[in-house]
């Protein structure tokens, strides 16, 4: 079974850090782009960060640029989320999803495979 798992959230004060991680089951990220989204309750699903096949190509979401970092280990068939100076605004269940291409898009739509969410609490 072709799936994505998200571990790492949490509760976290204002200020704090997380790292996020994305692992794939039964396939291999390493001819994916992936791309992290979020959402929270009556909201729609926001792009976060994304990131092509072998790294070089990053995109940021005005919101978290500067304080979130993206990355890959294509060994380790996962992707991360690194996530520092977090603030009560994002707070939100937090979603992995890989893309067929070897670059990476905004847009949900295109990607193929969707892990279930890790919720991120940001509260003092």
């Known amino acids: 079974q072709l799936q994505l798992v998200e571990s790492g959230g949490g509760l976290v004060q204002p200020g704090g850090s997380l790292r996020l991680s994305c692992a794939a089951s039964?396939?291999?990220?390493?001819?994916?782009?992936i791309g992290w989204f979020r959402q929270a309750p009556g909201k729609e699903r926001e792009a976060v960060s994304c990131?092509?096949?072998?790294?070089?190509?990053?995109k940021y979401a005005d919101s978290v640029k500067g304080r979130f970092t993206i990355s890959r280990d294509n060994a380790k068939s996962t992707a991360y989320l690194q996530m520092n100076s977090l603030k009560p605004e994002d707070t939100e269940i937090y979603y992995c999803?890989?893309?067929?291409?070897?670059?990476?898009?905004?847009?949900?739509?295109?990607?193929?495979?969707w892990g279930k969410g890790t919720q991120v609490t940001v509260s003092s």
């Open positions: 990131i092509s096949t072998s790294g070089t190509w990053t």
């Open positions: 039964g396939f291999t990220l390493n001819g994916y782009g």
């Open positions: 999803a890989a893309l067929i291409s070897t670059m990476c898009a905004s847009l949900s739509s295109p990607y193929r495979y």
